[in-house]
C-alpha cells in the first residue's frame, strides 16, 4: 500500500511538472483538436475545429477553405480535411477550420442584426419571419460572393487567438479548394488593400495613422482546383485579384489540379502565366498536376494521390524561405481599419475608406471594391 502510494504521488508530481511545461495541458492533450465558433460582422455563428500547436516550430497559421455547392453542399469535415489538418499541425503549424454560413454546423444566426443587413434579406429565402438558422440551400446564387466575410471573421479569430500567443498570425496561410479558393483569393487581395489604424483607440477625432497592409503577413495561397467561378456567376476578377496578392505584393501561390482535368490544368497555366508577367521574381508560384486524376477541389485529397505530401512540402519550402516572421500584437478588436489603394511603388492613391470601427469584433469585405473593376454589379 506505501508503494503505491508513493508511485501515485510520484505519478501526481509528474503531471503537474508536464501540466506546467505545456501551458495546463496534459501530455498528448495539448495538440487536441478544439471546437470553437466565432461570429461574423452581421451576426452568423460559425463552427470550426482548431488544430492547436503550442511552440510549433513554424510560428505559422493554416487556414482551410472548403468547398461547396449549392446542390451538393460542403464543410470542413468532408472529403479528408480533417486529415489534412491533422498532418500540418503534426509538421508545427497552427491550423484553422470551418463551415462558411448555412453549410455544415454553420447555420444559427442572431436574427436582429442578421436580418437588418440588406444583403442577407434581399438574397436569401427567410423561412418564416427573421428566422435564428439559415441553410445554404435558401441562398441564391447573386449570394454566395457574401461568403466571403466569413473568411474575414475567421482571421479576426486568428487575430485574437495570436493576443493570447496561441498562435502567430504575421505568417498565415490559406489553402483553398474549388470556390472556397475562389472566395480566399478575393479575401487575400482585400487584405493587401487594408490597414490598420495605428492611432491608440478613443482619438476619434485624429487622422489615421496606417499601419502597413494586413497583406504583408500572407505567407502564401494554395489552391485546388480553383473556380472560375461563384455558383453561376463567371469571376472575370480572379486574375486580378491573385496578380495583386501574387505579384504586387510577392506572396507565394501554388495551383494544384488533376492531371487529366484539362479545365483546371488551362484555368492555373493562365493565371500563372499572369501572375508570372511582371518583374518580380516568383520561384515558388507555379502549378502542380496531381497525377492522372480527374478529381477536383476538395476530392484531390483522397488518399491514393500524393496532394498532401506535396502540400505539406511546397509550405515547407515556401515557410523556409519566408523565414519565421516576428510575432506582433493585433489589437484586432480594439482597432479601426481602412481600405487604401496604393501604386506599384507603395504610396497610396486615394483617401482612406473607413472598413472596421474601432471596438466591432470583426470586419466585412466590401465587395464593390473588389468588384468594381471587373463589371460586377456588387451586392448591396
Not at 94 to 110: E, H, I, P, Y
Not at 218 to 227: D, H, Q, R, T, Y
Request: aromatic share 8%; proline share 5%; charged share 25%.
Amino acid at each position: 500500500m506505501r508503494i503505491l502510494a508513493r508511485t501515485s504521488l510520484l505519478t501526481g508530481l509528474v503531471a503537474l511538472l508536464l501540466a506546467a511545461l505545456t501551458g495546463g495541458k496534459a501530455s498528448g492533450q495539448a495538440n487536441k483538436p478544439e471546437d470553437v465558433s466565432f461570429n461574423t460582422f452581421d451576426g452568423v455563428e460559425l463552427k470550426g475545429t482548431l488544430y492547436p500547436n503550442p511552440g510549433g516550430k513554424r510560428k505559422a497559421v493554416v487556414l482551410l477553405l472548403h468547398d461547396f455547392d449549392s446542390k451538393k453542399g460542403g464543410s470542413s469535415d468532408k472529403d479528408n480535411w480533417p486529415d489534412l489538418a491533422t498532418t500540418l499541425q503534426a509538421d508545427g503549424y497552427v491550423v484553422l477550420a470551418f463551415d462558411f454560413r448555412g453549410f455544415g454546423k454553420s447555420t444559427d444566426v442572431n436574427p436582429t442584426k442578421f436580418w437588418n443587413v440588406s444583403a442577407n434579406k434581399t438574397y436569401i429565402k427567410a423561412r418564416g419571419k427573421a428566422p435564428a438558422t439559415i441553410n445554404q440551400k435558401d441562398f441564391r446564387p447573386a449570394y454566395y460572393p457574401f461568403l466571403v466575410n466569413d473568411i474575414a471573421a475567421a482571421k479576426a479569430f486568428l487575430d485574437r487567438l495570436n493576443d493570447q500567443k496561441g498562435c502567430n498570425t504575421s505568417n498565415t496561410i490559406v489553402v483553398g479548394a474549388g470556390q472556397g479558393a475562389t472566395l480566399g483569393a478575393m479575401w487575400m487581395a482585400n487584405e493587401c488593400r487594408r490597414c490598420r489604424d495605428k492611432n491608440a483607440p478613443g482619438l476619434v477625432f485624429a487622422p489615421p495613422n496606417l499601419d502597413d497592409p494586413e497583406g504583408k503577413d500572407l505567407a502564401a495561397g494554395v489552391w485546388l482546383s480553383i473556380s472560375p467561378r461563384i455558383e453561376t456567376r463567371n469571376i472575370s476578377a480572379l486574375g486580378i485579384w491573385l496578380y495583386e496578392v501574387g505579384q504586387k505584393n510577392k506572396v507565394p501561390m501554388g495551383l494544384a489540379f488533376g492531371k487529366n482535368d484539362t479545365r483546371s490544368d488551362n484555368l492555373a497555366t493562365d493565371l500563372v502565366k499572369r501572375l508570372k508577367s511582371g518583374k518580380n521574381e516568383l520561384k515558388l508560384t507555379g502549378k502542380e498536376a496531381i497525377e492522372k486524376t480527374t478529381l477536383s477541389g476538395s476530392k484531390l485529397l483522397e488518399k491514393s494521390l500524393r496532394t498532401e505530401k506535396w502540400l505539406k512540402d511546397y509550405l515547407n519550402l515556401v515557410m523556409e524561405a519566408r523565414g519565421n516572421k516576428e510575432w506582433r500584437e493585433r489589437e484586432g478588436t480594439k482597432r479601426a481599419y481602412y481600405y487604401v489603394t496604393r501604386d506599384r511603388k507603395g504610396s497610396a492613391t486615394s483617401r482612406p475608406v473607413l472598413n472596421k470601427k474601432a471596438g466591432e469584433e470583426a470586419p466585412s469585405v466590401d465587395l464593390g471594391r473588389q468588384f468594381n473593376f471587373a463589371g460586377f454589379t456588387p451586392l448591396p
